[in-house]
């Protein structure tokens, strides 16, 4: 019931900054969680942040907390990812996610998104 479409994907150097953007579109009649997810080459896709619909729930991977902040627009349909001191090891196709089947809460599993964006690529040089 919603469609998503990443992008702000690229080439940076570590230490460097980087912000996702994932546009949902389609009718949507009730809030839903989103967030965001990477898998990196070989590696399974693995949790990274997650927002619930008022924006005033969220949580993030042990791995990207302090440097990564997701947010959202919900009067343009909107969620970002702010990417700061980026690593090498965060390297991946990044993936949002959503799911109307909620109220607002944070979802930071996997099964519990049944919407999915193609991805967008981030490649953190050393």
């Known amino acids: 019931q919603v469609q998503l479409v990443e992008s702000g994907g690229g080439l940076v150097q570590a230490g460097g900054s980087l912000t996702l953007s994932c546009a949902a579109s389609g009718r949507t009649f009730r809030p839903y969680a989103m967030g965001w997810f990477r898998q990196g080459p070989g590696k399974e896709r693995d949790f990274v942040a997650a927002?619930?619909?008022?924006?005033?729930?969220?949580d993030y991977a042990d791995s990207v907390k302090g440097r990564f902040t997701i947010s959202r627009d919900n009067a343009k349909n909107t969620v970002s990812l702010q990417m700061n001191s980026l690593k090498p090891e965060d390297t991946a196709v990044y993936y949002c996610?959503?799911?109307?089947?909620?109220?607002?809460?944070?979802?930071?599993?996997?099964?519990?998104?049944?919407?999915w964006g193609q991805g967008t690529q981030v490649t953190v040089s050393s």
């Open positions: 996610a959503a799911d109307s089947r909620y109220s607002d809460i944070v979802v930071t599993i996997t099964g519990g998104y049944n919407s």
């Open positions: 927002i619930s619909w008022s924006g005033r729930s969220t």
